[in-house]
């Protein structure tokens, strides 16, 4: 097969060749830089607030050390090195024993000091991956850093503001491989960096928010040819994972056609313009940086035991991954459904409440499979109903009115054929305004239960089957809509209480005595 298939292509460019109309086919190599600030009580070398999410006067989390005063000593802080270590164990990195601080020399008026305080060649964390869909990415590195202040350029001034209340908060910047080559598998990346971020509680990781920033960059170079033969361009100001896709789809279209059109790439820094859907070329490459880095001298360096990082590994909670196999095995969700419960670990905890209560309402005997139903019920109504509900109150599962408890009692209700599916409805929507969550006081108040019970059908059946006699014999004759319109009369007498599968079950059952 192989040999016929390259004979195949030979034929083919030969012909092109001949014809002139061979177009050289590109393949994009695409590295990812991701910056997350750290959700830390206080700053990174400092002790003020790490004001992050605090609506804040500017300048007001502020102090010698991080506003880079003379003589000011930076004191690192222990939680946020035990944060960013804890992403790089959860990323599947290997922590360094040894490791330290280093500045990076460079002058901007948003840094203070004229240096940041960062990692140089002894990151934190190295050689890590990330799994996307079976695919391993790999990371080369996450190191700690300091983050900067903010400039805002007020339209139409002549001057600019800064706000040092970001300046010193800890930023930890990941870098990968260049592994991609779609802006499909770089946004996944950037989808799964936060949900595993905010899964281990060290960051909100809301890149709207500016909490975390994405970098790209972006080489093509022609199939068969070396991956990293191309000439590199950087995308930055990505403020969503959408814009993440958008920026380098339109970069690999921008740099396909300028190849096509015989131009060469220039290596230069552009950011991406969001209301426009193009990228913008903002600094050429003159050279490589100098930073001049070198250990920072206020800051000793670390050393970690084996010992110390092996408690840190123990102290990670269950991940993304491993939750949504355990939830598959244990509540026989189906993948998606398991992918979506998972997405979030709050809304996965309420889930996993729900699902403990439902086991609790049912007896001991119960089997795993009727479990198992119970729970795929829970998923069901969690999915379809509830998300649309959070989403259109834009609340939060957090915020959710509904306790475990009560959505557990609802599911059996429902289950159980206590209430149809209409009924199911009303119930929910009560439950919702949060007054009275019991869904037995809601059924009971409203009079919705349905009516199950035999006896009480029965003599409801024998009143419709004495007064439409006509259907009753075109039921007899074969005609399945006569049975439709006998039940249709049996829910009309009840309001629509009538349990229908006993309804048709007494139905035939009295028709063919
Ligand atoms: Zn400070």
Redesign the pocket.
Known sequence: MTVVTESWVLDVSETQRYTGTLMTQYEPTIGMEVHAELKTCS?MF???TNGLGLEAEPNV???????GQPGALPVPNEEAIRAVQKAGLALNCALRFHSKFDRKNYFYPDLPKGYQISQFDEPFCERGTMEIDGKPFHITRIHLEEDTGKLTHPTGADHTLVDYNRA?LPLMELVTEPDFSTAKDARAFCQKLQQILRYLEVSDADMEKGQMRCEVNISLHEVGADRLSGTKVEVKNINSFKAVERAIEFEIKRQTEALEHGEHIIQETRGWDENRGVTVSQRKKESAHDYRYFPEPDIPPFDFTAEYIKQLKGSLPELPDAKRVRFMNEFSLAEADAMIITEDKDVAGYFETVASELGAKRDSGETKAELSRLAKLAANYFITEVRKHLAETRKTIGEFVITPENFAEFIVIVADGTINSSAAQTVLAEMYKGEDNDPSHIIERLNLAQVSDAGELEGIVDTILTANAQSVADFKAGKQNALQYLVGQVMKETKGKANPKITIEIIKKKISL
Do not use: E, L, M
């Open positions: 700053k400092c002790r003020c989390h502020i102090c010698h050390v991080c506003t010193g």
